[in-house]
């Protein structure tokens, strides 16, 4: 029983180290994201550092990345930046690949 329970043990360890390794690649992308469309509205500086962390932050509303969708469409929209959802949510999953690639090279 012993070497049941070392292999359960090992298969929660990875299974937490994964979920660790992806909530960080989710925040890097939220902060590559945000950067992303401060530089198409315009916004540079320690106000495209400030919006990133708004991006970030808008992503704990709710499950899933919508809530980090409806912030940058409804910012893109207010200030009149030309991008499709499609855009945009092509832009997220590049961003999101983007940003595993660096999480995993950090590990």
């Keep these: 029983m012993s070497g049941f329970d070392d292999r359960k043990k090992g298969q929660e360890s990875k299974y937490a180290h994964d979920q660790e390794m992806e909530f960080k690649a989710t925040a890097r992308r939220n902060k590559l994201l945000g950067l992303w469309a401060a530089e ?7 106000d495209a550092a ?3 962390k708004e991006v970030i932050k808008a992503d704990f509303e709710e499950a899933g990345h919508e809530d980090v969708f409806r912030k940058i469409r409804g910012d893109f929209d207010a200030r009149g930046v ?3 959802d499609h855009q945009i949510r ?3 999953d590049q961003l999101l690949e983007e940003a595993r690639k660096q999480v995993h090279g950090e590990a």
């Design 90 to 92: 092509h832009k997220m």
């Design 50 to 52: 400030e919006y990133a």
């Design 40 to 46: 198409l509205m315009g916004i540079t500086g320690e």
């Design 82 to 84: 030309e991008q499709s």
